[in-house]
T-cell receptor, first 114, second 113 residues
Framework: DTAVSQTPKYLVTQMGNDKSIKCEQNLGHDTMYWYKQDSKKFLKIMFSYNNKELIINETVPNRFSPKSPDKAHLNLHINSLELGDSAVYFC?????????????FGDGTRLSIL | GENVEQHPSTLSVQEGDSAVIKCTYSDSASNYFPWYKQELGKRPQLIIDIRSNVGEKKDQRIAVTLNKTAKHFSLHITETQPEDSAVYFCAASKHTNAGKSTFGDGTTLTVKP
């Protein structure tokens, strides 16, 4: 069983479109994250939710909107996609509020903007 | 905020040699330091971690050392094998920061057979 699962695995779309990425974890963790990994492989945190509450909101364009319907799910919606949004987006989860806990990553969603 | 610097950005070693990757952090309150391995096209996975109350931790061929005074920590891989080839990330986080981990920029390790 995949502990942290993301869908879709690949997403190819046109500039200006709106798209969503879904994430689910079956580890019973309370905290979930979204990371962006660019072409240089840098891992940058975007958002974090603890029990459906937004606790980390980095400097991310407001075209990106996370939604957590329950603590096992964290989705990412992106409006008006731009070329610079092309990247791999990783979802992750950790126990408690995440302090001092390892993060478990999903397999990533590779987003390509044409 | 926390700043984590990781060196080197690329590292090439012969199979059987040792590899060392170093990270420095800026926030003296940071107390948890995980290391993640990311193979090509795969997800990052935790390989070892260390907390601030410990100076060294070993797991088979992998060890991590922490120097709190100097604010740096290092990953040591002995007897490297081709399957150790990957990107390695260090990270730092602290108890009061809602679980936010600041990642280093990664080290691409290549182990030549």
């Amino acid at each position: 069983d995949t502990a942290v699962s993301q869908t879709p695995k690949y997403l190819v779309t046109q500039m200006g479109n709106d798209k969503s990425i879904k994430c689910e974890q079956n580890l019973g963790h309370d905290t979930m994250y979204w990371y962006k990994q660019d072409s240089k492989k840098f891992l940058k945190i975007m958002f974090s939710y603890n029990n459906k509450e937004l606790i980390i909101n980095e400097t991310v364009p407001n075209r990106f909107s996370p939604k957590s319907p329950d603590k096992a799910h964290l989705n990412l919606h992106i409006n008006s996609l731009e070329l610079g949004d092309s990247a791999v987006y990783f979802c992750a989860s950790s126990q408690g509020r995440g302090n001092g806990q390892p993060q478990h990553f999903g397999d990533g969603t590779r987003l390509s903007i044409l | 905020g926390e700043n984590v610097e990781q060196h080197p950005s690329t590292l090439s070693v012969q199979e059987g040699d040792s590899a060392v990757i170093k990270c420095t952090y800026s926030d003296s309150a940071s107390n948890y330091f995980p290391w993640y391995k990311q193979e090509l096209g795969k997800r990052p996975q935790l390989i070892i971690d260390i907390r601030s109350n410990v100076g060294e931790k070993k797991d088979q061929r992998i060890a991590v050392t922490l120097n709190k005074t100097a604010k740096h920590f290092s990953l040591h891989i002995t007897e490297t094998q081709p399957e150790d080839s990957a990107v390695y990330f260090c990270a730092a986080s602290k108890h009061t920061n809602a679980g936010k981990s600041t990642f280093g920029d990664g080290t691409t390790l290549t182990v030549k057979p």
